[in-house]
């Protein structure tokens, strides 16, 4: 199983990042490889929800996940449900530190069914994980600014 923690300072309010994070449906806007979101069902402070990936040269997958938020608590967890993996789980959390700059803690882990698919994913872990946190960072400058 791989795990990561980054812990990131951005300058905007807890409040707008974790709104950006939360609203699921708009990632396909922003993040390369996320084809679309279909929205299964959605309850007081939980979503289920698919989320298409399409990558360069290989074909799309489906990710199935829940989503639980806390928006007193400016948290956001993610559960897997059903998909090409094992298990995942993500959690986002928004610190206000000043007015208009935030601590955000990104946590990771994630397992594959396959042991060659885990090392694959394992070689370029960083790259996609840091393009994901660029993502939001852009999207939310692209808003907020």
């Given amino acids: 199983m791989k795990s990561s923690k980054k812990e990131i300072f951005i300058k905007h309010s807890a409040s707008q990042l974790y709104e950006i994070v939360l609203d ?6 922003f993040i390369p490889w996320c084809n679309d979101i279909i929205i299964k069902s959605q309850k007081k402070n939980q979503i289920i929800a698919d989320m298409i990936v399409k990558y360069k040269f290989l074909f799309s997958q489906t990710f199935s996940s829940h989503v639980s938020y806390d928006s007193s ?7 897997y ?3 090409p993996l094992k298990d995942l789980k993500t959690q986002w959390q928004f610190i206000k530190i000043k007015n208009k700059e ?3 803690i990104f946590n990771i882990t994630f397992e594959f069914e396959k042991n060659f698919h885990q090392k694959i994913a394992e070689l370029f ?3 996609i994980e840091n393009e994901m946190i660029n993502s939001f ?5 692209d808003i907020l600014n």
Avoid: H, Q, S
């Avoid at 699921?24 to 806007?29: A, G, H, L, R, V």
């Avoid at 960072?137 to 400058?141: G, H, I, L, N, P």
């Fill in 24 to 29: 699921i449906e708009k990632y396909p806007e």
């Fill in 73 to 79: 608590k400016l948290t956001i967890n993610t559960t």
């Fill in 81 to 83: 449900v059903k998909g």
């Fill in 102 to 104: 935030t601590k955000v």
């Fill in 125 to 127: 872990f960083n790259l």
């Fill in 137 to 141: 960072k852009k999207r939310a400058d």
